[in-house]
Nanobody, 126 residues
Framework: QLRLVESGGGLVQSGGSLRLSCAVS????????IAWFRQAPGKEREGISC????????NYLDSVKGRFTISRDNAKNMVYLQMNSLSPEDTAIYYC???????????????????WGQGTQVTVSS
């Protein structure tokens, strides 16, 4: 079973940047598509972006387009989310997740994903 561990969250001022990391173990990363999600207090979990094993990217959240960028390093079994121009509305717990089968394509729907990390808190102050 895959294990995912997020890191890189923290407190940042509005307009700042953070890079989140997702370390994947238990399988070869390049077999699986990996997606980033976030969940703010009192809100539903929402898909941000996904990257396939071939490096194809799907973006799902209009509010972060042009500011957030997903990438992966198959050699290190890592997936990243670069977040720029952060605003207080980006405050949330951020999760990486993957699907049950390596041949499944990308999805922005939380219920399509089987393995999740524990999440990393991102707080943006105004």
């Amino acid at each position: 079973q895959l294990r995912l561990v997020e890191s890189g969250g923290g407190l940042v001022q509005s307009g700042g940047s953070l890079r989140l990391s997702c370390a994947v173990s238990g399988s070869t990363l390049n077999d699986y598509p990996i997606a980033w999600f976030r969940q703010a207090p009192g809100k539903e979990r929402e898909g941000i972006s996904c990257i396939t094993r071939a490096g194809s990217i799907s973006n799902y959240l209009d509010s972060v387009k042009g500011r957030f960028t997903i990438s992966r390093d198959n050699a290190k079994n890592m997936v990243y989310l670069q977040m720029n121009s952060l605003s207080p509305e980006d405050t949330a717990i951020y999760y990486c997740a993957t699907r049950a089968r390596s041949w499944y394509g990308c999805s922005g729907r939380p219920y399509d994903h089987e393995s999740w990390g524990q999440g990393t808190q991102v707080t943006v102050s105004s």
